[in-house]
């Protein structure tokens, strides 16, 4: 009998015990849990955009947040290799996105932004986008459109993501973002990429100083809005950071000022000419790398360029996918290769990246960040490091100086 009473009183405590393990361990748990990081790209957004109409939103996230008076992209000053730069910290020389189309020889294929199969095919994208590095280390991640997470590489995706649709209305992209956000916490991501890309066409087709261009202004500026008023009523509102970037900025065209390639360049010559305005990558017929080079010498608004003469600043030479020449026109001048091209007028950018106003734009507002901080000159090379260090992950190697960026985070 008293042997029995010692057993149940052994159990009893026994099950005290592992009940206050329990409740230990459920108090054990961090207090303040990892921060999540959500990421917009206002595609084409230039550094000044916020001055050129009302934006009570972005406002606001200048009040309390950081903003930066420019962010330098990557050289060229084009769409994809600038995206692709911003998450994986890497020049378009090492990350070798070298543009919105190339030919790479290291896979026989060429590029195009245009064509599905090269989007979505992984063995394009070298370096290591931050989704990779997030979900390599279980922590899940989402992107609402962004160049490269329409392909597995190094064997991750998001685990939630979507095909390109350019037409798919931006409050729903939104309305998606806050459902990912609202999951329950084990398939819920820690990191969100998502992208607009009004300002870059409508900055093309009508100029970066146009009306129209100022019309749009407001409307991407509620749409942030309407993104910040739906965190806002989330659990989790107060460990989001929310950082704004563009890929570049835009520059005015002068319609005067235009260089047609075939009125130097003899097709013979030529084994491949891809690129677009302001940007041309040329691979020349065997002995005729010197015909072109010196038919293109000296010939005003452009700059042509051995492959082994690129300027050591834009990071660009090494890459093994760009060809032997390297033809870029000077600041408003337009390039094209074909002389029965339509006139070009507006806006265009993937010029010399230190151009001023190849600038674009970086603003954060969270518990990470500080509040009212102007950033002065950022770098869009350095955004991965910064968002690993929130996120609490190991940043893979990349061409980021977190001195350079780090400043923007509260100590
Ligand atoms: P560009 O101004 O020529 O450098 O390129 C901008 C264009 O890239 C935009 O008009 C978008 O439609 C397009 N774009 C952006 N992201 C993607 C994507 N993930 N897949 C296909 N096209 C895209
Ligand atoms: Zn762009
Ligand atoms: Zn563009």
Do not use: C
Not at 19 to 24: G, I
Not at 259 to 270: A, E, G, R, T
Not at 380 to 394: C, P, R, V, W
Request: hydrophobic share 35%; charged share 20%; net charge positive.
């Amino acid at each position: 009998m008293k042997k029995t009473i010692i057993l149940l009183l052994v159990g009893l405590a026994l099950v005290v015990l592992v009940q206050d393990f329990l409740q230990n361990k459920k108090k054990a748990q961090p207090v303040a849990p990892r921060p999540y990081v959500v990421m917009l790209s206002l595609d084409g957004f230039r550094w000044d955009y916020q001055d050129k109409a009302p934006t009570p939103t972005l406002d606001s996230i200048t009040k309390y947040g950081v903003k930066a008076t420019g962010l330098q992209p990557s050289f060229p000053s084009k769409t994809f290799p600038n995206h692709y730069s911003i998450v994986t910290g890497l020049y378009p020389g090492n990350h070798e996105l070298i543009s919105n189309s190339f030919y790479a020889p290291d896979i026989k294929q060429y590029y195009s932004i245009r064509d599905r199969s090269k989007v979505e095919n992984g063995k394009f994208y070298k370096g290591e986008p931050i989704w990779v590095t997030a979900e390599a280390q279980r922590v899940k991640t989402g992107s609402y459109f962004w160049v490269g997470s329409e392909a597995k590489i190094k064997g991750y995706q998001p685990t939630y993501w979507k095909l390109y649709d350019h037409k798919f209305p931006y409050y729903q992209r939104v309305d998606s973002i806050i459902n990912w956000l609202n999951k329950p916490y084990s398939e819920r991501p820690k990191l969100i990429t998502w992208y607009l890309d009004k300002a870059d066409g409508v900055g093309h087709k009508h100029g970066p100083d146009s009306k129209e261009l100022a019309n749009t202004i407001p409307m991407l500026d509620s749409v942030i809005g309407y993104f910040l008023q739906q965190t806002n009523m989330l659990d989790i509102k107060d460990s989001i950071n929310f950082i704004i970037v563009s890929d570049h900025g835009m520059q005015t065209i002068d319609t005067q000022k235009v260089v047609y390639l075939d009125s130097y360049i003899k097709p013979q010559w030529v084994d491949t000419l891809i690129g677009s305005n302001p940007f041309y990558l040329v691979q020349p017929n065997e002995d005729f790398k010197d015909s072109i080079l010196t038919s293109l010498l000296g010939v005003e608004g452009i700059n042509a360029w051995a492959k082994e003469d690129i300027p050591e600043k834009f990071h660009f030479k090494q890459s093994k996918r760009v060809p032997e020449i390297l033809v870029v026109a000077k600041n408003g001048w337009s390039l094209t290769a074909n002389s029965k091209h339509k006139v070009y007028a507006g806006g265009t950018h993937g010029y010399d990246n230190t151009i001023p106003d190849m600038n674009g734009i970086f603003y954060a507002i969270g518990p990470n960040f500080k509040n009212g901080y102007n950033a002065g000159q950022l770098y869009n090379t350095d955004i991965y490091n910064l968002i690993a260090h929130i996120l609490e992950i190991k940043a893979a190697p990349n061409d980021g100086k977190k001195e350079q960026i780090f400043h923007v985070l509260k100590q």
